[in-house]
């Protein structure tokens, strides 16, 4: 599909929020997926243009810049506009008034299908951007393409998910690093025994983003978008016996479930109360700015496996750039979207200024980025690690049209379960009660229920 007019967009955009039922979104016939010949390209990059660019990724004017010394007769604004849900409210604002929404837009891969189900987001493909499909990562590609082929983003950075671990305390005790979630539960249990005031690890019973990333490792399909059509699955199989086994683990007082990113959970980290913390390939970088007392002290490897000798992976956070429909310089905006997030300086760049990790195919194996070492983790080179981590990650998992519903009921049934140390497994049973419910109430035809 091409891009519609904005006057689509204010019927059903607050559909998140508001209640609005997706059917009632009145749509138009979307033109051809026609190509834009590259002679309006060449035209539409040397002619002064100005681009509004809403972000909240710190010092991004450094790669903008980037951009516009290829490209001067582009002016890009960019506006920090909150980041992640205040940066969505104000977005579905302005769509919903006709008026003051951004060209581009820094958009996580989780909030893709709410804002592409509601027409907010520019189709790529015209503008050729299927072309880039090799240049990335092929679960982030997956994670930007809905179910039509249309191409909603480019993607930026991503969190494949490892275990950052305290060898100190691991030789202590005589702990080996757990390559399955049973040898993970039995060190759990003697370390526990042998250190009363230390934890293996700490699920924050406040955090549904790691939670999502284990469905992702497990093999769960919690979600399923097509079209009007959501299957919802928070309580298959595979997350069932995720429940189940945290579950155990929580009542048995063998794992804390702090609040993460609070003072108290920062001073768990800093003062050993913590032995590893499952996290994603952003983590390496921020726990060594926030536990710098434990410098030397930590290492990384991959996350545990449900089945012995596997090498399966999840995925927690990452962004994209997308651009927003209704934008009056589609060719523009569609190809500084590709240049910030695929011309080699930039996503260096990005590695390097803002420390994000890459999802660029040719800087992962790039030598200067994987063979980097760190003193933080005993000269281990964790970018590597990580690296190898990006290619386990199923390329199979979706996300709702309503995640902002999602983590709120998720955290006020398996989150609470998880804090009160009560029955997870039943929890997650209400999780898929009350998103069903919620499902049904906006209008949506639900799956799996």
């Not at 768990?268 to 536990?291: D, K």
């Not at 002290?297 to 995925?315: F, H, I």
């Not at 992962?364 to 080179?381: C, H, I, K, V």
């Not at 009160?420 to 799956?447: H, I, M, N, P, T």
């Amino acid at each position: 599909m091409a891009p519609r007019t904005v006057r689509l967009l204010a019927v059903c955009v607050l559909a998140l929020a508001a209640g609005c039922t997706p059917g009632s979104t009145k749509t138009a016939e979307a033109p051809a997926n026609t190509a834009v010949s590259q002679a309006d390209i060449d035209a539409a990059m040397q002619t002064p243009t100005t681009l509004t660019f809403w972000t909240w990724v710190p010092d991004i004017a450094k790669e903008v810049a980037v951009f516009q010394q290829k490209y001067p007769a582009i002016k890009v604004n960019v506006v920090n506009a909150g980041q992640g849900t205040p940066e969505y409210t104000k977005l579905r604002t302005a769509l919903k008034a006709g008026t003051g929404a951004p060209d581009v837009v820094q958009m996580e891969f989780q909030y893709i299908p709410t804002f592409s189900l509601t027409k907010s987001l520019v189709d790529l493909r015209p503008y050729g951007a299927g072309a880039l499909k090799p240049k990335f990562v092929d679960w982030t590609w997956s994670q930007v393409t809905g179910a039509g082929g249309e191409i909603w983003a480019i993607p930026q950075d991503t969190g494949p998910m490892g275990l950052l671990y305290r060898a100190d305390i691991f030789d202590r005790y005589g702990i080996a690093v757990p390559k399955t979630w049973d040898e993970f539960a039995a060190a759990a249990e003697k370390l526990h025994t042998a250190a009363p005031g230390v934890y293996l690890t700490n699920l924050a019973a406040n955090q549904a983003g790691t939670w999502h990333g284990l469905q992702w490792q497990a093999g769960a399909k919690p979600y399923r978008l097509n079209g009007t059509t959501v299957g919802l699955a928070v309580n298959d199989e595979a997350s069932k016996k995720l429940s189940g086994y945290w579950g155990d683990l929580v009542k048995r007082d063998l794992v804390s479930t702090d609040p993460d990113f609070t003072d108290n959970w920062f001073q768990g980290l800093n003062r050993g109360r913590y032995a590893t913390w499952i996290t994603a390939a952003w983590g390496p970088v921020f726990l060594s700015g926030s536990a710098k007392s434990t410098a030397g002290k930590w290492r990384a490897a991959p996350l545990p496996q449900w089945t012995a000798g596997a090498e399966v992976s999840g995925n927690w956070g990452g962004s994209t750039t997308a651009v927003v429909q209704g934008t009056k310089n589609p060719i523009a905006a569609a190809k500084f979207a590709e240049f910030l997030n695929t011309d080699p300086a930039t996503t260096k760049m990005f590695n390097t200024e803002q420390n994000f990790f890459p999802a660029t195919n040719d800087l992962l194996a790039d030598p200067s980025f994987t063979g980097r070492t760190d003193p933080f983790y005993g000269g281990q080179e964790v970018n590597k690690m990580f690296a190898g981590i990006s290619a386990t990650v199923d390329t199979g998992f979706q996300w709702p049209p309503f995640l902002d519903q999602s983590v709120t009921d998720w955290t006020d049934t398996v989150g609470k379960a998880l804090a009160d140390k009560g029955d997870v497994v039943a929890a997650s049973d209400q999780w898929q009660q009350r998103l069903v419910k919620y499902a049904k109430d906006q209008g949506f035809e639900v799956q799996g229920q």
